[in-house]
């Protein structure tokens, strides 16, 4: 009889433990906050090797030039962590450690091949594609949260990142992938 007492009353003690508060979009917003603030600093560690391996003048000027924007871009995140209260910190992003990784192997299996731009180009268009996706869906839910100031900040780094991808493009059709093919014509 006692034992079944005690029963009860350890049913009573969790039945009346607060329960953890619903997930919502807010808490989404946070932490695709953490995964693109890793995946930013990543991208201002991968981008000089990049730069240095091209064998391209205009494609090391481009990965130099994206590499400066990267930089105000961690800085806009800081920016949106400070509105929310929250210290800047990333959380590990396997999307981007897996793109970065591919670009990589590219540097080390094509050093010194006449692809081997047209593989850096395409690697980092990958890298711009995934960064293009989260920020779009950053800025939408800042704006549905009614954050219009951290909406702002990531439309404008949604524009670079979309500007980036399309000088890419216009190198590798103009420059890069031509060379390619060219320097495979003249040593068939
Ligand atoms: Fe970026």
């Not at 396997?94 to 091949?113: L, P, S």
């Not at 395409?122 to 920020?135: C, F, L, P, T």
């Not at 590798?172 to 014509?185: C, D, F, G, H």
């Amino acid at each position: 009889m006692a034992k079944q007492a005690k029963k009860r009353t350890t049913k009573k003690t969790a039945a009346r433990r607060p329960r953890q508060a619903p997930k919502m979009l807010s808490d989404l917003f946070l932490e695709t906050l953490k995964d693109i603030y890793f995946a930013e600093n990543k991208i201002l560690k991968t981008l000089p090797k990049m730069a240095e391996a091209a064998n391209s003048k205009q494609l090391a000027a481009a990965f130099n030039k994206h590499l400066r924007e990267t930089q105000g871009q961690v800085k806009r995140l800081e920016q949106i962590f400070k509105m929310l209260g929250k210290p800047a910190r990333g959380k590990p992003c396997e999307a981007i450690n897996g793109i970065t990784d591919e670009g990589a192997e590219i540097m080390k299996d094509f050093k010194g091949a006449p692809a081997l731009d047209a593989g850096l180009l395409a690697a980092a268009q990958a890298v711009e594609h995934y960064e293009i996706s989260r920020y779009g869906t950053l800025r939408t839910w800042a704006e549905e949260l009614g954050m219009q100031d951290a909406a702002k900040l990531l439309q404008a780094t949604l524009d670079e990142e979309e500007a980036t991808d399309h000088a890419l493009t216009e190198l590798a059709t103009s420059v890069i992938n031509l060379e390619a093919e060219q320097e495979y014509r003249d040593a068939a």
